[in-house]
């Protein structure tokens, strides 16, 4: 017998470390929160771990979540084990194979961390919502709740589908579970090997598919006999209950840990039972224990064996004393009766029970990760109480639309004293999570203590907020809930002291540590009112350190990370402090040791020994003294929506609105991005007017829209800010005009980019640009009024800029602003800078992905408006999609302006001809046309109101489509490479008037750097730990095989100029269009503060080759746009890690790699080259535009 | 007549004085062999930087580190990998094949300024199998407040601290900027060091006109830098207890058997291989045996160090007295 074996790790390598013993097969596709699982079997079989069968599993991405099901599917039938891992519409692809695979009888697991389906809004966060949807699939499903109990149902999965044939979901919460970090007994082989019949093993192979035992498997039937087919299954089914039972029975023995299809807890003579599944069973565990504890008759039930739902042996569990029961369902389901779970309660009770059927009642909680509490429970305890409780009803929110909400008391608390319980606020970029996960693991695997981690993100991508719940318990730590009664909050950035209500999580004399650059005699006056207070009532002990000035002379810049982990342990005395600084350099030296990385080991020791000399107790004055208040929530002046609502989701306190504050379907304003300013930067740019050639690069480069240029009349010169400076335009296309380059300091993110490509030097110290970094601190102040000033100036006429022109396209409002994208990203430039082209007029079908999230996540959007109001519509259909979702909206458009156009020339005699004829015959083709348009429009709209026929009514409906509509599809190359190819090739096809735009990352860029087919030969990204094999797919090459699409590919920092006119010539374009942007990102692991140079290195060593393809051109529709490569590719992958770590780990394989890619580069270039020799002749079905832009390098 | 070529330099029996010093020639495994083929006695592999084992450590960790457990969706970019080498891993494993490829010893080299963590590099160097270690100090002191003291301190202190941690014969190249060199050299030696390269190139930033910007410029060594190093052997020949390499400016024959003369153990090249190729190396050593048989000479030993300041006819000459002889030849009489 194997030793026991305790680790400390989160529920997705739980269930991996099951999955990978189990399986010869994974076929896997990335998606929110499941993506670890894959991940983790990729690197171990890419490491050699081997299976119980003594082989190593073969981990294969696929193209989507259909495709793996697909696969899988197939690796079944061939006679392998095989398993995949999935959530949400990931699982929602698998279900047309699950129904086969289970019609089948074939024994599998997929496992699934359950997560929210995409409704009015798309969520990666944790509900049942998708494994409910595959109830009639006829698949098992098992759910884990701890994350120990993830892991050990992960195997009684694998040991039931095997005995019993049907296969088996193995679901557990998303995030909440699979990304909970805690201390489990680790299952050894053995144990694994024990619990795996290899007789079944064998049946299972010898069902496969075999020549040399051929069958036919896969029929179609007809109705004679398929009603029958279909319940032959039936005696399988009936079998499972008992074989799962069989199977936790034998675990139970082998192992020691006890389950039950239906685990009871609580008083036998319980009167109210809730019924449970997944992480909040161990929530109500708290609750029931703590209430039975306190005398009251209550109990639960933990639902283990969801499908086949076994009524008997649920009614055997279930004490007979029981008067109400309440199901709880993690899902919703609108028109139903009730919620799954419920359903099956009631029909099971019923079945048993008769007309004496307790009360049942069913109520949803928790959706998209929602918390769910021990007082949450409670308060469902105390409804089950009264005479009529709700039957339906919501717990954890605030119901005033429907009333369904039942009442709790917030402050209801089962922590036991003896726990710690300790919150942290941190900066992604400040390394405090890592930190984090490793005091989890240090207490969790170095002391007999229990541990337990939980991560909550923000949903911007730069400058992030971070919150860690740990919990360090003597017992195991059942509650999956966030710490709301901490004894210890740590504070890791003072940005956040007047941002962040932090202590209304502290309990009463719970120890606040701070990072402050203010000493302990200082930094009582920088704290706001509202903290001195609940410092000075709650009787808190407050602590500074200056962990900035540690972790500078440690040279460890902004990663002031184990200066404050060093801190926690000396405070919380969770371990002796000599203990805890030992194991703090163990993790250190096991985090960057290993990797060669000594002199990062030193940093991180040197920055651990200064900590505690650095850290001071603060004397805490007797009275409040500050003189300043908590600045929470939406800035300036917003509107009532954006200050009321999204204002308390920017204030981290969005948990608190009702129901009644939220949209009904969905939909919310744009261009309040602006109401939140998260001044997140410590540098910003400042200009310098007497350097600046007025180029308009920086403005073009900022990935966030925080610096800007304008050109406006000399009156506005006067009349600003006393620092507001203003110099003459320098070219000749407006003359007499003034300008000034301006940052936003509350929005810059600090990433420099501007700095890095500004071009003007200046003559007196050529370090110096013509803008500049400078702190802050400095220049917050006049800036802030600068550009208030600066946004109140008018945009120029956008009819007589010159928009194809670098600086002139810069002085076009730009109509998405501030994104949260990462600092530095490589993708939101293109966006921002084809909003200030057509913003006014765009429709975009957003794919799901990097583009989606900082383009549509609450609470705010970057999409803004123009002075009149008009700027981009965006919406987001699902990931696989965007391509159909544009092409719909082309059709709608097409067709609304068909339907108008019939009913102008119906009422031409009404409008008058010269307005219909205008009308028609204006194709929008320019800026001028455009503004006649909606002038014109204007005009008939008000014509229109006169009159009194329904046809009238009817146009002025439909008139807006009459200004013509500038339609993309956006997403990134695993859209447009993978997932959404065959909707893209669809769309190619059909020559519709679509603009796509591929933001080109070569790499999932949003759920964490997986290969797509756009990743480069060489590179490693996950799932291509070993340097990806193939070469990159030629998209644009095959989207010109068709002849009709127009097709750009760009580089930004290579040849903005070109990517400008390449951009409108596309949207230009009367057919498809697809513009392909090299957009750098962090999944290259580069600089991405220079990276813009770097693409002016792909384009010179042939990677990435500038051309465009314009069917219009009936001569020569495909030119190369940029010279013949000379540039060094080595030299260009070397200054990139996704290349570099290759040639660190597997040199041969690096040097042999690259030579094939150099050698694609060459073929291509050729090929290339033939290309743009020949001439074309098809002429597409896209029509030229009426001008037609030139478009070259 | 033969001559024997043999030299002993920090304990090692080297068949001939002829060494390829530290340069990128040495880290190709094929142009190595060619090396030895051409009659090299040893070669010093290219140096394994202090600042590029730094760099490499934490611009890696950098680059893997950054934007992780910062946004849910994307904890992290890259995938987990065990088997990743820094750079200094690669140098390691080069020397290791590098021993197995030739026969001639094969000289590591670390080049650094200061002590840290880097320093346990030269342990590696030596469990990898070099036969002995190269430590080339390259510091400018641009710190207006480091007295020369300082420097010399931190010169001396690495060199301490590397000699610790290594138990092969360790030569320390330096540069000729101190204020006395001869002195730098004893301490030098006091430190722990077996032998001495003298002298190290400094590479020099240069500035391009068009971008403003900064360039690192390093250009061929050429003959006439031959005579520093040949002054400085000359003067600590027979004075310190330690072994002398001259590098710097040895392209021909004639240049090694100057070096000799003074009282080196080894003469060092490189720049004159990347413009004569590595043949060039069987063409000076078999100049010097021609030389050596003209003037009958038996072996190296015999010659090495009879022209050193301490055995030339005229020893003021190497404080002094080039100048003054260049100063009577051109007047015609004595100033």
């Known amino acids: ?1193 | 007549m033969s001559v024997d070529l043999s030299t002993k330099y920090l304990g090692l029996l080297l068949k001939n004085p002829l060494v390829v010093s530290a340069c990128p020639l040495t880290q190709k495994l094929d142009v190595l062999k060619q090396i030895e083929e051409a009659g090299a006695s040893a070669a010093v592999l290219p140096s394994l930087f202090e600042e590029q084992i730094q760099h490499e450590e934490v611009e890696i960790a950098k680059a893997r580190e950054f934007g992780t457990h910062s946004f849910a969706e994307a904890l992290t970019y890259f995938p987990e990998q065990d088997d990743y080498r820094a750079g200094p891993e690669s140098y390691l494993e080069f020397i290791e094949t590098a021993k197995k490829s030739v026969s001639m010893p094969v000289i590591a080299s670390l080049n650094g300024t200061s002590e840290g963590g880097w320093v346990r590099y030269a342990k590696l160097m030596q469990d990898a199998g070099a036969d002995a270690l190269e430590l080339n100090v390259y510091f400018i002191a641009a710190d207006l407040d480091m007295t020369a003291e300082d420097v010399e301190k931190q010169y001396l202190d690495l060199v301490r601290a590397v000699k610790q941690s290594v138990s092969i014969p360790l030569a320390v190249k330096v540069g000729a900027y101190f204020s006395s060199m001869g002195n730098m050299a004893k301490r030098l030696v006091a430190a722990g060091a077996d032998g001495l390269v003298l002298f190290n190139r400094f590479l020099q930033p240069d500035i391009d006109l068009d971008d403003l910007e900064t360039l690192p410029q390093l250009d061929l060594s050429t003959r006439s830098e031959l005579l520093k190093p040949l002054r400085w052997i000359a003067i600590l020949h027979g004075r310190i207890n330690a072994s002398l390499a001259l590098t710097s400016g040895l392209h021909e024959s004639t240049d090694l058997a100057k070096a000799l003369l003074a009282g080196a153990d080894v003469g060092m090249v490189a720049s004159v291989l990347y413009t004569q190729g590595i043949d060039h190396l069987s063409e000076i050593l078999s100049g010097l045996r021609r030389w050596m048989e003209e003037k009958e000479y038996d072996s190296v030993e015999q010659l090495k160090g009879s022209m050193s300041q301490e055995n030339c006819p005229d020893p003021a000459a190497f404080e002094r007295g080039n100048y003054m002889k260049a100063l009577v030849s051109f007047t015609g009489e004595a100033i």
């Open chain 1, 1 to 1193: 017998m194997s030793e026991r074996r305790f680790v400390t790790i989160d529920g997705n390598e739980a269930t991996s470390a099951i999955a990978h013993l189990c399986n010869e097969v994974m076929a896997i596709y990335p998606i929110t929160p499941s993506s670890g699982m894959g991940e983790l079997t990729d690197a171990w079989a890419a490491a050699g771990r081997k299976n119980i069968f003594g082989a190593v599993p073969d981990v294969v991405e696929m193209q989507s979540e259909a495709g793996a099901a697909g696969a899988v599917h197939g690796s079944l039938q061939a006679g392998a084990l095989t398993s995949t891992f999935t959530a949400s519409q990931g699982l929602l692809l698998m279900i047309p194979n699950m129904f086969k695979i289970a019609g089948e009888l074939t024994p599998t697991v997929f496992h699934v961390s359950a997560r929210s389906i995409a409704t009015h809004a798309l969520s990666i966060f944790g509900d049942h919502s998708d494994v409910m949807c595959c109830r009639s699939t006829g698949w098992g499903m098992l759910a884990g709740g701890s994350i120990q109990e993830v892991h050990d149902m992960a195997l009684l999965a694998y040991a039931s589908t095997l005995e019993a044939r049907v296969p088996f979901l193995h679901f557990f919460d998303g995030f909440r579970s699979s990304h909970e970090v805690n201390k489990i007994e680790q299952l050894g082989e053995d144990k694994v090997r024990a619990m795996i019949d290899p007789e079944l093993v064998r049946a299972h192979r010898a069902r496969a598919l075999n020549p040399d035992a051929p069958v036919l498997r896969g029929t179609a039937q007809n109705p004679d006999v398929f009603f029958q087919a279909r319940e032959a299954c039936n005696p399988f089914y009936d079998k499972v209950p008992g074989i799962v039972q069989k199977q936790m029975d034998k675990f139970a023995k082998l192992v020691g840990r006890e389950y039950h299809l239906f685990d009871y807890v609580g008083a036998a003579d319980a009167d109210r039972v809730i019924v449970i599944m997944a992480s909040a069973c161990g929530v109500v565990e708290e609750a029931v224990e703590k209430m039975v504890a306190d005398g009251e008759k209550v109990g639960m039930i933990k639902v283990r064996l969801y499908r086949p739902f076994d009524g008997k042996a649920f009614g055997d569990a279930l004490p007979k004393s029981v008067k109400t029961v309440a199901a709880l369902d993690r899902t919703k389901e609108p028109g139903a009766l009730g919620e799954p779970l419920y359903q099956d309660v009631l029909t099971a009770l019923v079945e048993n029970n008769g007309s004496s059927t307790p009360n049942v009642i069913g109520g949803r909680y928790g959706l998209s990760s929602k918390e769910f509490t021990p007082a949450m429970a409670a308060g469902v305890f105390n409804e089950m109480k009264k005479a009529e409780p709700k039957r339906h009803f919501t717990v954890g929110i605030h119901d005033d639309v429907t009333h369904l909400s039942v009442d709790y008391d917030p402050s209801y608390s089962t922590e036991a004293d003896d726990v710690v319980r300790a919150v942290f606020f941190g900066l992604g970029s400040d390394g405090t999570v890592g930190a984090n996960r490793n005091s989890v693991k240090i207490v969790g695997e170095n002391t007999p203590l229990y541990a337990q981690g939980y991560f909550v993100y923000d949903s911007k991508k730069a400058g992030s907020v971070t919150v860690s719940h740990l919990r360090f318990s003597p017992r195991p730590i059942k509650g999956s809930y966030l710490v709301s009664k901490a004894n210890f909050v740590a504070c890791h950035q003072s940005v956040f002291i007047e941002k962040l209500d932090m202590l209304s999580l502290a309990h009463d004399g719970a120890a606040f540590l701070l990072n402050s650059t203010y000493g302990p005699e200082e930094v009582w006056d920088s704290l706001p009112i509202e903290t001195q207070e609940q410092i000075i009532r709650k009787k808190l002990k407050l602590y500074v350190v200056d962990a900035y000035e540690v972790a500078r002379k440690a040279q460890m810049g902004v990663r002031i990370n184990t200066v404050m982990q060093t801190c926690f342990f000396k405070l919380s005395g969770v371990l002796p402090e000599d203990e805890a600084i030992a194991h703090i350099k163990e993790a250190i030296q096991t985090t960057y040791g290993k990797k060669g990385g000594g002199t990062v080991v030193e940093r991180n020791f040197a920055a651990v020994d200064g900590a505690i000399e650095a850290l001071h107790e603060v004397k805490v004055p007797g009275k409040v003294t500050s003189k300043f208040h908590l600045n929470a929530g939406a800035q300036g002046n917003p509107p009532e929506f954006v200050k009321n609502v999204l204002g308390m989701m920017i204030a981290y306190r969005g948990d608190e609105l009702p129901v009644s504050a939220m949209p009904v379907d969905g939909t919310f304003p744009t261009a309040t991005m602006q109401y939140e300013k998260r001044s997140v930067a410590l540098d910003i740019p400042i200009w310098d007017p007497d350097v600046c050639i007025q180029c308009g690069i920086c403005s073009l480069v900022c990935p966030h829209a925080a610096i800007r240029m304008k050109a406006f009349d000399p009156k506005y010169a006067e009349g600003g800010p006393e620092d507001f400076v203003c110099v003459d335009w320098k070219g000749k296309e407006y003359p007499g005009m003034k300008t000034r380059v301006q940052v936003a300091p509350d929005d810059c993110t600090g990433c420099g980019v501007c700095i890095h490509s500004c071009p003007a030097k200046n003559r007196e110290v050529a370090k110096r640009k013509a803008i500049n970094m400078e702190p802050k601190r400095d220049h917050l102040d006049v800036e802030r009024k600068n550009y208030d000033y600066f946004l109140s100036i008018p945009d120029m006429d956008r009819a007589k800029v010159k928009a194809d022109t670098l600086k002139g396209s810069q002085l076009l409002r730009p109509l998405f602003e501030y994104s949260g994208a990462c600092a530095g990203c490589g993708e939101t430039p293109y966006v921002k800078l084809i909003t200030q082209f057509f913003g006014d007029r765009m429709i975009i079908g957003n794919a799901t992905g990097c583009s989606s999230i900082y383009g549509g996540n609450l609470p705010t959007t970057p999409y803004c408006v123009n002075a009149e109001g008009k700027g981009p519509t965006w919406s987001n259909s699902l990931f696989e999609d965007a391509g159909e979702f544009g092409f719909g909206f082309r059709l709608a458009i097409d067709q609304q302006i068909k339907y108008a156009s019939g009913l102008l020339r119906q009422l031409s005699s009404k409008i008058g001809d010269e307005l219909v004829t205008g009308l028609l015959e204006n194709e929008g083709r320019t800026e001028e046309e455009i503004a006649e348009q909606r002038r014109m429009v204007a005009q008939l709209k008000k014509k229109l109101a006169g009159l009194d026929a329904p046809e009238a009514k009817n146009l002025i409906a439909s008139a807006d489509f009459l200004i013509r509509r500038s339609v993309w599809s956006f997403g990134g190359d695993g859209w447009a490479y993978d997932i959404g190819y065959g909707g893209l090739d669809h769309m190619f096809a059909s020559g519709r008037d679509v603009n796509i735009l591929v933001l080109d990352t070569e790499v999932y860029s949003n759920t964490g750097g997986q290969a797509s087919k756009a990743t480069p030969r060489g590179a490693v990204a996950k799932f291509a730990a070993g340097g990806k094999p193939s070469g990159k797919k030629d998209l644009g090459l095959m989207a010109m095989v068709y002849g009709k699409v127009f097709v750009g590919q760009i580089a930004l920092g290579a040849n903005a100029p070109h990517a400008i006119r390449t951009i409108r010539a596309a949207e230009a374009y009367r057919g498809t269009s697809l513009l392909i942007a090299y957009a750098h990102c962090i999944g290259h692991g580069i600089n991405m503060t220079t990276a813009l140079s770097l693409q002016k290195e792909a384009v010179a060593c042939g990677y990435w080759p500038l051309y465009h393809f314009d069917p219009s051109d009936e001569e020569q529709p495909f030119h190369l746009d940029c010279k013949t490569p000379k540039g060094s590719y080595k030299e260009f992958i070397d200054q990139q890690a996704r290349f570099a770590i290759l040639a660190r780990s597997k040199p041969e394989e690096a040097q042999r790699l690259a030579n094939l890619a150099q050698q694609d580069i060459d073929r291509r270039w050729e090929f290339y080259s033939h290309l743009a020799e020949m001439t074309h002749g098809s002429g597409g079905n896209g029509q030229p535009a009426r001008e037609k832009e030139e478009v070259k390098g």
